[in-house]
């Protein structure tokens, strides 16, 4: 029997997935936890003992940071010291921390938002600070094989519980290779209605049948 429990709160996202119902067989996971909002929810994860915590992106939001306490931040606080304040303001909420305390382990991936540029890829300029600090964040020994990658990918195996299986979890990097998208999010364009779906339908179109497809399409008409 295998239960799968969604909770939300505010903008942060949460999945636990149970396998017959043991607690050594749960694993939580979930993105966008802004790091200057409540961080209450975090003992509700606890509350249901999970093995471990899987970030799977927008750990923070670095780009938010106060512009005003920083002198050497970019104009849309990419830089480094933006991106580390974002993971010390998160560290020292005293929920978190808890937390941190008392999971047997967390790892996961990064989102644009972690990453440090709304949107970015490829090009962003401090994409090998930005992995450092992340790594850092999960606690990754300055030794790891995971330090010397051009990209936070990684895998993990669990064993399960009573049964010889294992389950083997890959977390993919969308971000560090990312070229341009022909199609410019239309997320940050809050002045057009449903913009987000509207770019997620055009991308998810293209991806299907090919950008030549759709322009070829539209100058027939």
């Not at 010390?88 to 047997?104: A, C, H, T």
């Not at 490829?122 to 930005?130: D, I, L, P, R, T």
């Not at 999010?185 to 090919?210: E, H, K, W």
């Amino acid at each position: 029997m295998r239960r799968v429990a969604v909770l939300a709160t505010g903008l942060f996202f949460l999945v636990l997935a149970q396998s017959e119902l043991q607690n050594s067989n749960v694993l939580a996971f979930g993105s966008c936890a802004k790091q200057y909002k409540s961080q209450e929810f975090w003992d509700t994860i606890l509350n249901v003992s999970p093995r471990g915590w899987l970030w799977l992106g927008d750990a923070i939001y670095a780009s938010e940071i106060q512009l005003s306490i920083f002198i050497d931040c970019t104009s849309d606080c990419s830089s480094p010291k933006c991106i580390e304040e974002g993971y010390k303001s998160l560290e020292s909420n005293s929920d978190y921390k808890r937390f941190k305390e008392q999971i047997p382990f967390i790892d996961g991936t990064w989102d644009d938002h972690d990453y440090g540029v709304n949107d970015g890829g490829k090009e962003f300029q401090y994409k090998a600070e930005s992995q450092g600090l992340f790594l850092d964040f999960l606690d990754i020994p300055k030794n790891s094989m995971r330090r010397t990658r051009d990209g936070v990918y990684s895998s993990r195996a669990f064993s399960i519980s009573d049964s010889r299986s294992q389950v083997n979890l890959i977390l993919l990097d969308v971000r560090t290779h990312r070229e341009q998208p022909l199609i410019e999010s239309l997320g940050q364009y809050s002045n057009i209605p449903f913009s987000s779906v509207i770019a997620a339908v055009l991308r998810m179109l293209t991806s299907l049948i090919g950008y030549e497809s759709i322009v070829s399409s539209f100058f027939s008409l």
